[in-house]
């Protein structure tokens, strides 16, 4: 089961698509156009349902199988863009300064929508495939919000899967894992309470920047001295802010950074680690801090039974050696996680080629992987429901 011949005369159609997405950007659940563009293609295809409204501004294409009952299955693409100038200089950039698809949504809008034409074309399978057209993953947990709004129950989707393009990987390569494969993210700000005064006169202050440096060190121990070297925890202050002038010591610091991590309870011993370093260093200096602990997606964990059948489709489709199976895990976080929260299934990874990295201002999504994407989808859904 290679690519499939109707996919390869559909790879010109479909990137345009993508191209269009590219250049009409929007972010989080303001993804209306991209919802309507996706809406207007699956109801032109002849899909079942379309519904749109769930979980705000997502879509989900009911596509019925002509081979009798069977149970539905949910395939998932994210919408929504990144608040990024683009500088990829591509005829097709955005045309929306300060926004741009920086990590490939648009290619998966339209690698899910090749497949929900193939899949109504052909129909070639028993049951029903559910396709799932996402606002707001990025950083807005819009896949929470459709799980929260009935979408598993409402169309009875018993397995979901998702997959995300990965600059790096050659274009026609897959990878995977079963367990974590990637990481809750949380997020922190802590703010340092100090005692200001004149930058001559240190002695007479409690300087709330130097207290800041100790604590940025301090959180470092969580990783290199007090978590099992096998186990992964990140933790990172991603931005300081104190003070107005060169000679005045500040009253006040703020720190804020994110803990990402691969398992509950390192997730739960970091959080409250957090809190103890920093209220501690602070106490030390005779200072106080405040620190706001915010959870945020959860651990993208695969299940195993399905990650084993999605592992065999794409050595089907791509060939075995193209495929690793025991990719590590990536510690960034993916709000597909939820939906792996309410039902059985895999999240996999496409090669992108020697692209510019996710989030980049140069980033752009390789069409050459158009065929892949769009395969792996039909088949993985031809194959979990045949006959």
Request: a negative charge; hydrophobic letters at 40%; proline letters at 5%.
């Amino acid at each position: 089961m290679p690519i499939l011949n109707r996919v390869n005369e559909m790879q010109e159609e479909i990137a345009g698509w993508r191209r269009h997405l590219h250049q009409t950007p929007e972010l989080l659940y303001d993804v209306e156009e991209t919802a309507a563009f996706a809406a207007g293609k699956l109801k032109a295809f002849g899909c079942d349902v379309v519904r749109t409204g769930i979980g705000r501004t997502g879509v989900v294409g009911l596509i019925k199988g002509s081979r009798g009952e069977g149970p539905v299955i949910g395939l998932r693409a994210d919408m929504d863009a990144l608040p990024i100038h683009e500088i990829s200089g591509k005829p097709w950039a955005s045309r929306t300064p300060g926004k741009m698809h920086a990590c490939g949504h648009d290619g998966h809008t339209a690698m899910l929508l090749g497949a929900a034409k193939y899949l109504s074309e052909t129909r070639n399978f028993r049951g029903a495939i559910a396709v799932i057209f996402q606002p707001a993953e990025e950083g807005g947990a819009g896949g929470e919000a459709m799980v929260k709004d009935g979408m598993m129950e409402t169309f009875a989707i018993r397995e979901v899967y998702g997959m995300h393009n990965r600059p790096g990987l050659s274009v026609g390569e897959f990878a995977t894992r079963k367990g974590p494969t990637m990481a809750a993210a949380d997020h922190f700000e802590i703010v340092v309470h100090g005692h200001g005064g004149h930058a001559a006169r240190p002695h007479t202050t409690i300087d709330p920047v130097i207290i800041s440096a100790q604590i940025i060190t301090g959180l470092q121990l969580i990783s290199s001295r007090e978590t099992n070297p096998l186990e992964s925890v990140v933790v990172t202050v991603a931005s300081m802010h104190a003070g107005t002038a060169n000679n005045i010591i500040p009253e006040t610091a703020t720190l804020t950074g994110t803990v990402r991590t691969l398992s509950p309870d390192l997730r739960d011993r970091a959080e409250k680690r957090v809190a103890e370093i920093v209220t501690g260093i602070a106490s030390s200096f005779g200072a106080r801090a405040e620190v706001s602990y915010h959870r945020g997606y959860p651990v993208t964990r695969n299940h195993d039974e399905p990650t084993e059948r999605a592992i065999e489709i794409m050595k089907k489709v791509a060939g075995k050696n193209a495929v690793d199976p025991n990719a590590p895990p990536v510690m960034g976080a993916e709000d597909f996680s939820y939906m792996l929260e309410a039902r059985p299934g895999a999240f996999v990874f496409i090669g992108n080629g020697a692209t510019a990295d996710l989030h980049n201002a140069a980033y752009d999504f390789n069409d050459e992987a158009i065929p892949y994407g769009v395969s792996y989808w039909a088949s993985l859904a031809e194959t979990l429901l045949a006959a």
